[in-house]
């Protein structure tokens, strides 16, 4: 049962010894969640982690993916209130190497939610599969379906070893249709690396998820429990109403990629602050979705209403109460 209270959890400590290459020499803090609630449901939607050999830079920029990465869980972590699970809508790791996994693995093992991980192009399904042996589905795919209350989060496999473009064959177009079917009445998130939409970008959408779109969409209009695709690949918070639903894509904790529309022939990088999505389950309104900042931008502070405004309003109000009279 979802409540407004979490109980205390233990601090992740990461530390790996002096001689280990691949451990991330960092500390997860934990603190104890307690504001009570007013949503039945709260998922963060992280993705493009990029996880790298410590201190390795991303791309042709200078930023530490796994602390990076590291930085964002722990934002997470201790949101008040707390989120429900995280969801990472793949890539996972930059190269695809076993100790970048083993690094995802031990940041991960500390959080206080379950962790949903989808592949992406960048990832090496074999490898993934080396630390996640559980994670292994139906055909050897990275595909899974599990229940969270009343809630289900289905876990779509998109990798084409050695493309960047996405895939849903038929043998994982089969598994999502019979997952839908068991549970028709039950609303459903849908997680996906490749969006299965053009968004006017050019080369990005070049890349996105090409064979199985049309499919997909099939199954996604026949079933109205599917109540959000979630997606990564593109590295900016994109959303589209797709199919009768909306594709919602969560930028990257590690970089974005700079915003470009038309006949873009060359993918370019940003320094925008790295962020993630907060869907938030409203009883009165559904699925409610947020832009949240990895960074700190210092302590909120109380909105103040200027006094002219107050009295301006305040003015305007007794003029329309008279007019109406």
């Known amino acids: 049962m979802l409540t407004g209270h979490h109980?205390?959890?233990?601090?992740?400590?990461?530390?790996a010894s002096s001689?280990?290459?691949?451990?991330?020499?960092?500390?997860?803090?934990?603190?104890?969640?307690?504001?009570?609630?007013?949503c039945s449901m709260i998922i963060a939607h992280l993705?493009?982690?990029?996880?790298?050999e410590t201190g390795k830079p991303f791309a042709s920029g200078n930023v530490d993916c796994t602390a990076r990465a590291a930085q964002?869980?722990?934002?997470?972590?201790?949101?008040?209130?707390?989120?429900?699970?995280?969801v990472v809508t793949g890539d996972l790791a930059d190269?695809?190497?076993?100790?970048?996994?083993?690094?995802?693995?031990?940041?991960?093992?500390g959080l206080p939610f379950p962790v949903h991980l989808a592949l992406g192009n960048h990832d090496i399904r074999e490898n993934f599969l080396a630390v996640f042996p559980e994670k292994k589905g139906p055909g050897g795919f990275?595909?899974?379906?599990?229940?969270h209350d009343k809630l289900r989060v289905i876990g779509l496999d998109t990798l084409v070893e050695g493309e960047g473009l996405g895939r849903l064959c038929s043998e994982r177009l089969s598994y999502l249709r019979d997952c839908l079917q068991e549970r028709p009445n039950t609303s459903t998130l849908i997680l996906l690396h490749h969006p299965p939409f053009a968004f006017g970008g050019g080369i990005y959408d070049a890349v996105r998820l090409i064979d199985g779109a049309r499919e997909l969409g099939e199954i996604i209009t026949a079933n109205k429990q599917v109540v959000r695709?979630?997606?990564?690949?593109?590295?900016?918070?994109?959303?589209?109403?797709?199919?009768?639903?909306?594709?919602?894509?969560?930028?990257?904790?590690?970089?974005?990629?700079?915003?470009?529309?038309g006949d873009v022939r060359v993918f370019k990088n940003i320094n925008e602050p790295p962020a993630f999505k907060l869907h938030v389950l409203v009883p009165e309104s559904g699925f409610v979705s947020h832009n949240v900042f990895v960074e700190d931008f210092g302590p909120a502070y109380e909105n103040i209403p200027d006094p002219n405004y107050q009295a301006l309003?305040?003015?305007?109000?007794?003029?329309?109460?008279?007019?109406s009279r």
């Open 7 to 15: 109980a205390p959890v233990r601090a992740y400590d990461a530390h």
């Open 19 to 38: 001689n280990s290459s691949t451990g991330f020499r960092g500390r997860l803090r934990l603190s104890v969640a307690t504001t009570e609630r007013q």
């Open 47 to 52: 993705s493009d982690l990029h996880i790298r």
């Open 72 to 86: 964002a869980f722990e934002r997470v972590a201790n949101m008040t209130p707390r989120p429900d699970m995280m």
């Open 95 to 109: 190269s695809g190497q076993i100790g970048e996994y083993q690094l995802l693995k031990e940041l991960t093992e």
């Open 142 to 147: 990275v595909q899974f379906c599990v229940e």
């Open 229 to 261: 695709l979630l997606c990564g690949h593109h590295h900016r918070a994109i959303d589209c109403l797709w199919n009768g639903t909306l594709a919602s894509v969560a930028p990257s904790v590690v970089s974005s990629c700079h915003l470009q529309l």
């Open 313 to 323: 309003a305040s003015m305007r109000k007794q003029t329309a109460l008279a007019a």
